[in-house]
DNA sequence: AAAATTTGTTAGACTAGTCTAACTTTAATA
DNA sequence: TATTAAAGTTAGACTAGTCTAACAAATTTT
């Protein structure tokens, strides 16, 4: 049995492995991201070593064992099932679905999450356009950019987002974004890549930084057609 | 913000004083309770006194605060509205629902709470029978007796039960007894209070000590119609 | 390659919650 | 009422998870 912080432990070595290709991480890294410091995370890696969930050696690398990924990605799927709950089924706004999602994430009981996961008709993606892993663990990776890679003059459609704070998912809602909706990129610039879009028929400035956090595909591959490729989809 | 121990401790402190009318408990009895040693709740009882949730002193009798009853009802509310989620939404049997709850009852978010009332549409009673408070933290009361106490030849129905354990509950099923069920008393021995029951047509046999955990009243009351008295429901 | 910077570890301390063992107070009983 | 029993408290210790400060290793830069 994993308290709730091993398993906060484990869901972020998992984030921090799909983020870099390595599958690695170091311990500053992770560290941050669980908003602890460097000599904390030390000492957890010990004990999740101990227990069979890392591989970790002194001042080297750290990822995931079979094990470990096992239970990482289990706590992602309950959470991705919470989140679709709370966002489908109780009708909570995009941006507020996470911060629930991240205790309900650490309740104990695999029945529940099978029920939920039943009640929900199975659901494949989450309300961020993120992936379920299925009961056995397997998850649906799909190809896919960010806004901040498509070309002047090209159209999209938003798939996902990569940032699921309240500040970002909200600021999103205002430019009159959302998943499923297409994007047509109008104009970029070559100093800052500051892009204009079109929404909607809306336009919007929106900076680099904002674009790296939206994921993207051609409109036939988010209609699960064969891949027109102008925007690469597949690279 | 209280810890996951500390609303544990509350709630057990109302528990408790509802059992003894006197709305006091001792150290030993809330320690039991929790699955700890005395020494440990008299260690948290400072903590809970300290933050205004408890009257109490040295050798005396503890209670709630006003501060500290209106926290332990709001944490039973939570946890019979995820009683009833579990039971009516997806579908968990009758003595699943309560140690999945214990961890539910946790999660802070008073919208996720008000949403899932909602979506339950506002239930008054959980599956085992005991009130939901509503969000004001109001209780409706019901007056009922325990089937230990109906006489011979009485007839009346089943409305709640007392003791939540799997066990129990798995043993009230098998007796072919369930919420809503009418109940006739067919002889009670005086030497053991042995009682001979008729639920749908079919007898048991029931000991005193799972009577005494099965509550009843007349079937008008059980009905919202006015009392018939027969087996003194309101006394 | 040496120096500087970044990255990561160790040591010691703190809090929350728990325990055991010894002790004190209160209540019951002879 | 004096004694015994029950109830409750204190002291000291332990674990999990966290921190700061000092140190060590690895990497980058000059």
């Known amino acids: ?4 912080t091993e398993e906060n432990y484990l869901k972020a070595l998992l ?20 908003a602890v410091k460097p000599a904390t995370a030390t000492d957890m890696l010990k004990k999740l070593k101990e227990k069979g969930l890392v591989d970790y050696e002194k001042y080297g690398k750290i990822s995931l064992t079979a ?12 959470h991705r099932l919470w989140e679709t709950f709370l966002y489908s089924t109780l009708e909570f706004t995009w941006d507020e679905v996470h911060e629930v999602a991240e205790q309900l994430e650490h ?6 999450i099978d029920k939920l996961d039943k009640f929900l008709n199975y659901p494949q993606f989450d309300p961020h356009g993120d992936p379920i892993p299925n009961q056995k663990g397997e998850i ?34 205002k ?11 109008l104009t970029r610039q070559e100093y800052d890549a500051l892009m204009e879009i079109k929404v909607n028929g809306i336009k919007s400035s929106i900076t680099q930084k904002f674009a790296e956090n939206i994921y993207v ?5 988010a209609a699960g057609k064969p891949c027109t490729e102008t925007i690469d989809c597949k690279q």
């Open 107 to 112: 309740i104990q009981s695999a029945k529940l």
């Open 67 to 78: 094990v470990g990924k096992t239970s990482a990605i289990d706590i992602v799927r309950k």
């Open 15 to 34: 984030k921090l492995s799909f983020e870099s290709k390595s599958e690695e991480a170091g311990t500053n890294e992770l560290a941050a991201n669980l």
């Open 217 to 221: 595909v051609c409109s036939n591959c």
């Open 1 to 4: 049995m994993l308290s709730h």
């Open 175 to 185: 430019v009159g974004l959302g998943l499923h909706h297409d994007i047509k990129v």
């Open 140 to 173: 649906k990776t799909q190809f896919k950019k960010t806004l901040a890679e498509i070309a002047a003059g090209k159209a999209c459609r938003m798939v996902a987002v990569k940032d699921n704070s309240k500040s970002f998912l909200q600021y999103v809602v």
